[in-house]
Structures are given as C-alpha cells and as structure tokens.
C-alpha cells in the first residue's frame, strides 16, 4: 500500500520561506517520479513541481526562481522548498508520485501566506 504524508505548511508573511516534507512508503521510491501540486477553493489542482528518479525537476512557471524540489532516495523523502512566498501561493499543498502507472496522492498540507 503506498502512502505519502506531508508536513511542514503553515502561515508566513510574504517574502518568508517554508520547506515542505513528503514521506513516502509501500513504494519503489527510487524508481518512481515524484512531485507537488497545489490546489485552492474553487480552483483546479495545479502542477507545482516535479522530479524524475534521475532528478530532473520540472517547475510551473509561476514558482521558477522560488521554489525548488529536491528528494532522498536513501530517506524516501522529497522536499519542496519555497522561498520569496507571496499570497498568491496560498493552497493546499499534495505530493503524489506515479507507480504501475497510477497515481497516489497525500492528504495534502496548507500553507497560506499573508500580505
């Protein structure tokens, strides 16, 4: 059974910074893709990043330059970390990682930035 928690959201000024921890288990995690979305009320679940198991990462545009995602295979972690936080990166944070061709997501983690 693979499962994926998340921590690390919280509230922050914008400007801040906050590092985001999936932990992965019941998986192949060396061989898997990883990565984040996002998602807020009303709004479709966004790509934020993502990360090959050769550790190619992949980023939305609107969070280049800010956020980087990183992973420990030895740890089956994965990481995003978020940097120059601004309000409109407020959402509900989701790691998922691809296996047998589905997807698994975590339960998500918020993270809301004030102006």
């Known amino acids: 059974q693979v499962q994926l928690v998340e921590s690390g959201g919280g509230l922050v000024q914008a400007g801040g910074s906050l590092t985001l921890s999936c932990a992965a288990s019941?998986?192949?995690?060396?061989?898997?893709?990883m990565g984040w979305y996002r998602q807020t009320l009303g709004k479709q679940r966004e790509l934020v990043a993502t990360?090959?198991?050769?550790?190619?990462?992949n980023y939305a545009d609107s969070v280049k330059g800010r956020f980087t995602i990183s992973r420990d295979n030895a740890k089956n972690m994965v990481y995003l970390q978020m940097n120059s936080l601004k309000p409109e990166d407020t959402a509900v944070y989701y790691c998922?990682?691809?296996?047998?061709?589905?997807?698994?997501w975590g339960q998500g983690t918020q993270v809301a930035v004030s102006s």
């Open positions: 990360i090959t198991r050769g550790g190619v990462t």
């Open positions: 019941g998986t192949i995690f060396s061989r898997n893709p």
């Open positions: 998922y990682t691809d296996q047998s061709g589905r997807t698994y």
